[in-house]
């Protein structure tokens, strides 16, 4: 389905990759590298911060992410934004 997880169109071809998301208040809330492969991507759950509940969805709101990947010249790129949570 569509909007099931956060797609980041082409990250495949950056496969040196690392991805934070962080809550309203700058909390890091999603951490991981390789983001895209063999199923790890974002779905909306936290697995980093002060208290984390794998088990329930993030509160809907607004967050933001930090991309960080190495492009195909070898240079180390950042990029961010945010995302809109809704259930």
Do not use: C, M
């Not at 509160?59 to 195909?72: A, C, E, M, Q, S």
């Amino acid at each position: 389905r569509t909007n099931d997880y956060l797609r980041l169109e082409g990250i495949s071809f950056f496969p040196e990759n690392s991805i934070e998301i962080f809550n309203q208040w700058g909390s890091k809330v999603y951490g991981t590298s390789n983001y895209g492969t063999n199923g790890n991507v974002f779905r909306g759950f936290a697995n980093s911060g002060i208290i984390v509940d794998k088990t329930s969805p993030l509160p809907f709101g607004t967050y933001y992410y930090i991309l960080n990947y190495v492009d195909r010249n070898g240079i180390r790129q950042e990029k961010t934004g945010y995302l809109q949570l809704t259930h």
